[in-house]
């Protein structure tokens, strides 16, 4: 059984450790783990991941944040991959930072990613892992926020959640969503 687990963020080195790029911070922290390397392939780097009988494609767009749906559609066709084993990996305003909940749908709540997911594959029914980043920013400040490095303290206490977050995606994978998000939501 094939799966898609796409991490948003985006490309440059002047990203990397902003509070929109925890998708992507979870597969790297996921691929290294495992030895993983990610190649430039198109739309996205890409990796696979075996483990329990299963083929796990792990994606970080290279198409920016507002368009991570041209990159999750061309993998999805391309793998012919279900969409129900389709798991993107966002960063979320509405929960406070480190706190990770799994949803099976939703709303795209302003998040310009999902927006464009949502728009590409014509539906809002795909699960999808949110990672808090909190919403301590003044108003009208919230892209400065996001695009914001982490404060070191917070980078810090990130990356166990992270290592959770590979977890989850291990149990999303090999167990199904609902065990998931029963032994893992916050």
């Known amino acids: 059984m094939k799966y898609l687990i796409v991490g948003l963020g ?51 767009p290279t198409t920016y944040m507002n368009l991570s749906g041209k990159a999750l559609n061309y993998w999805l066709n391309h793998l012919k991959i279900e969409k129900e084993n389709i798991l993107v990996i966002t960063d979320d305003l ?34 999808r892992l949110r990672i808090g980043v909190g919403d301590d920013f003044p108003k009208g400040r919230q892209v400065d926020y996001v695009l914001d490095n982490f404060p070191e303290d917070e980078l810090i206490g990130m990356i166990a959640k992270l290592d959770k977050a590979k977890d989850m995606i291990l149990s999303f994978c090999t167990e199904g969503i609902d065990r998931c998000m029963n032994n893992y939501n916050e």
């Open 94 to 127: 509405a929960l406070p930072t480190g706190k990770i909940r799994l949803k099976p749908k939703g709303s795209a709540g302003g998040h310009n990613g999902l927006k464009d997911i949502e728009a590409v594959l014509g539906t809002s029914e795909y699960a």
């Open 10 to 60: 985006n490309i440059g080195p002047q990203y990397a450790f902003t509070r929109h790029n925890v998708g992507f911070m979870a597969l790297d922290r996921l691929a290294a783990q495992e030895g993983l390397s990610f190649k430039m392939e198109k739309l996205a780097y890409h990796t696979e991941w075996k483990t329990k009988g299963r083929s796990i494609h792990l994606i970080k």
